[in-house]
């Protein structure tokens, strides 16, 4: 009968088997999560509030090569919107999307309820390009909305104009009480000028030739203050050329 032979290690090889061993067994370190797709160029989710009409809505910016459905989910995971292409979108695809959700005025849609409906969180952009590969993004979605600067425009002796705006460092009364970081300003007069300038400016000077091109009458004019958040409030104002 074949009697087992005992195999006598000495300390040195006992240790160098208990490491082996260990080493062998270790658990290997997780790899880095990879994307699942190709990802959008832009993909962002904002509030605009208009301090003038006290109204209130969601603005959607997307940028994406080639793809032909996509979809929005909120962090409750319910998707909130949907687009398709058909015909030759399927086809072809599409790249760019900028749309506007209704803007209810508050005085008669209460604040609560219209932020209730857009918790704040990540939002997911999902979709397939023409070639079925998936294309994503996501939007951090934040309720710091900034307060609407006070405008001012005055006429100057040489027919320039200067439009001047307070600087926007809280949120507007009744508005939840976040943290507000305006990072520019937007000066907008419809269909003639849209400018953005730096957080530390305060005024914009229309030289006498622009303001002459103008015809005679009033001129609406919006200031936007545009948060670190992406979210940002418009005031209006106006100016009358002669």
């Not at 809505?57 to 793809?67: I, Q, Y």
């Not at 009458?217 to 104002?237: C, K, M, R, W, Y």
């Amino acid at each position: 009968m074949n009697r087992p032979r005992i195999v006598f290690l000495s300390l040195s090889a006992i240790v160098a088997l208990a490491t082996a061993l260990a080493l062998s067994s270790a658990v290997s370190p997780p790899e880095a999560k990879r994307s699942q797709g190709t990802q959008l160029e832009i993909a962002t989710i904002h509030w605009e509030y208009n301090a003038t009409a006290n109204d209130l809505g969601v603005h959607v910016s997307l940028d994406g090569e080639d793809w032909k459905r996509l979809s929005i989910t909120n962090p409750l995971h319910k998707v909130i919107f949907r687009v398709s292409g058909g015909g030759p979108y399927k086809q072809l695809g599409m790249t760019e999307l900028f749309f506007e959700g209704a803007e209810p005025s508050l005085d008669e849609f209460p604040l609560e309820d219209l932020l209730a409906l857009f918790p704040e969180g990540t939002y997911e952009f999902e979709g397939k390009t023409v070639d079925n590969e998936p294309i994503e993004g996501s939007s951090f979605f934040s309720h710091a909305i900034p307060d609407g600067p006070h405008v001012s425009a005055t006429v100057g002796t040489d027919g320039s104009v200067r439009i001047s705006w307070t600087a926007v460092t809280a949120p507007p009364p009744g508005f939840p009480d976040e943290p507000i970081h305006v990072v520019s300003y937007q000066v907008l007069v419809p269909e003639t000028l849209d400018v953005i300038v730096p957080s530390s400016v305060l005024s914009l000077t229309l030289p006498p030739e622009y303001v002459a091109a103008l015809p005679a009458g009033e001129h609406p004019f919006e200031v936007l203050a545009i948060d670190a958040s992406t979210n940002q409030t418009t005031s209006e104002g106006s100016f009358v050329t002669h």
